[in-house]
C-alpha cells in the first residue's frame, strides 16, 4: 500500500513561485513512476509532470513547459513540484499520484494524495 501527503500549496501572485512536495511510504515498486496532476472544478484532471524514480526520467507538460520541473530526493522518498512564473491559469488542486506504468492519463496510477490548493491571484 502507498500512502502520499502533499504539502506546499497557497496563495501566489501571478509570476511567483511555490515548490510542492509529496512524501510517499509504501511499496517501492509500486511508486515506480510519479507524478502531479491538477485539476479545477468542472474539469478532469491534467498531468503536469511525470518522473520515473528508477532512471530519474523527468517529462514535463507543454503547457507548463519552462515554469514548472519535477525533482526527487530518493533519500527521503520525496517528489518536489518546483512551479515558476506562476499565472492564475495555474490556479488549481494539485495531486500526487504514484503507480508502476508513467502516464499521462489518470487511470493508471495506483496512489493519490489529498491534493493542495495553489492559488494564483493576478
Known sequence: QVQLMESGGGS?????SLRLSCAA?????SRICMAWFRQTT???REGVAIIH???GRRDIADSVKGRFDISQDAAQNTVYL???SL?????????CAAGRICSWLSNPY???GQGTQVI???
Do not use: F, L, P, R
Open 12 to 16: 501566489v501572485q501571478a509570476g511567483g
Open 25 to 29: 511510504s509504501g511499496y517501492a515498486d
Open 42 to 44: 468542472g474539469k478532469e
Open 53 to 55: 524514480t528508477s532512471s
Open 82 to 84: 518546483q512551479m515558476n
Open 87 to 95: 499565472k492564475s491559469d495555474d490556479t488549481a488542486m494539485y495531486y
Open 110 to 112: 495506483i496512489a493519490w
Open 120 to 122: 494564483v491571484s493576478a
